[in-house]
């Protein structure tokens, strides 16, 4: 069955353009999950959507940092702005179980490496 | 979250089990163990999650010790395939995932 996709694959852009992210989540996943992965780091909680609840936004670094999740489905992840700190791999994640429930498991898809120059 | 030690790195042969340890000493009672693990370029891929009693699925065995301090999760029969970032994550059932540095596994054929 077809996973988490997302668009583009790399994305290179110039500091102070704007950049969209998209990730199609896994058909009939109620949670979806934005993260990234800057070289040689670990992965950092970015964003979570599940259902129709308010997202949690707790992990956006800065105000340049937007997401939205149109009918419960696609998602965007807008970067206002881009500075050379911003370049990394952005991972977008889905899942069927809601949070609270007895363990999950996330979807991750392959991710969209930005460089911003 | 309790804080997870892992080894950096480890080789194994192909064919062979690969065991790989996992401390997390600090671990609450209501904390899960979960490995994820990375292949090169590509997003983490979720293998296998625990609570108190020993888990296996197609993929992997996670075994937890009885006093839930560590685990070592077990590849059966390694395959080159199986050369990834190993990541052991200790939460209770919650959404943000963190990764620390992982175990890096190298099959060799």
């Known amino acids: 069955g077809a996973g988490v996709s997302q668009s583009p694959s790399n994305k290179v852009t110039e500091k102070g353009k704007d950049v969209e992210l998209r990730c199609d989540p896994i058909s009939g996943h109620t949670a979806l999950y934005w993260y990234r992965q800057s070289l040689g780091q670990g992965l950092e909680f970015l964003i979570y959507f599940q259902g129709n609840s308010a997202p949690d936004k707790s992990g956006l670094p800065s105000d340049r940092f937007s997401a939205e999740r149109t009918g419960g489905s696609v998602s965007t992840l807008t970067i206002q702005r881009t500075q050379q700190e911003d370049s990394a791999v952005y991972l977008c994640?889905?899942?069927?179980?809601?949070?609270?429930?007895?363990?999950?498991?996330?979807?991750f898809g392959p991710g969209t490496r930005l460089t911003v120059l | 979250d309790a804080k997870t030690t892992q080894p950096t790195s480890m080789d194994c042969a192909e064919g062979r089990a690969a065991n790989l340890p996992c401390n997390h000493s600090?671990?609450?009672?209501?904390?899960?163990v979960y490995w994820y693990r990375q292949i090169h370029s590509q997003g983490p891929q979720y293998i296998i999650h625990g609570l108190k009693n020993n888990e296996t699925n197609e993929m992997a065995s996670l075994i937890i010790t009885e006093d839930r301090k560590s685990s070592t999760l077990i590849l059966p029969h390694a395959t080159l395939r199986d050369t990834a970032v190993y990541y052991c994550?200790?939460?209770?059932?919650?959404?943000?995932?963190?990764f620390g540095a992982g175990t890096t596994v190298t099959v060799r054929a």
């Open positions: 600090t671990i609450s009672g209501n904390e899960y």
């Open positions: 994550i200790v939460k209770v059932s919650d959404y943000k995932l963190s």
């Open positions: 994640a889905s899942s069927l179980k809601i949070a609270g429930a007895s363990g999950y498991e996330q979807f």
